[in-house]
C-alpha cells in the first residue's frame, strides 16, 4: 500500500449490484510512517466524554422496560 496508487474495495450493495469504489492512497507512506497524530479528532471528542452523552439515551430504554415489567427501578451510577 505505500507503493501503490489507489486501493480497491468490491462489494455488493443492496440491491445485489457489485459496486466498487477506489481509494486513493497518495499520502498513505508518509502518514504511515510518520509520527502519530495527536490531535483530539474531528469534534475533539474524547471516547470518555462521547460515552458520558449517550449515557442518558441508554437509559430511558431501561427505565421504560423495567416500569412494564413491575421491577424497581435500579439506581443508576452518577458520571
Known amino acids: 500500500m505505500k507503493s501503490g496508487q489507489g486501493l480497491v474495495v468490491q462489494a455488493i450493495n443492496s440491491t445485489g449490484q457489485p459496486i466498487s469504489l477506489v481509494l486513493p492512497l497518495t499520502d498513505f507512506a508518509k502518514a504511515y510512517d510518520g509520527p502519530p497524530d495527536r490531535s483530539k ?13 449517550a449515557a442518558p439515551r441508554r437509559r430511558k430504554p ?9 421491577q424497581p427501578q435500579a439506581q443508576a451510577p452518577k458520571q
Not at 41 to 53: D, L, P, S
Open 41 to 53: 479528532g474531528i469534534r475533539g471528542v474524547t471516547e470518555e466524554a462521547a460515552g458520558r452523552a
Open 62 to 70: 431501561r427505565k421504560k422496560l423495567e416500569q412494564q415489567q413491575g
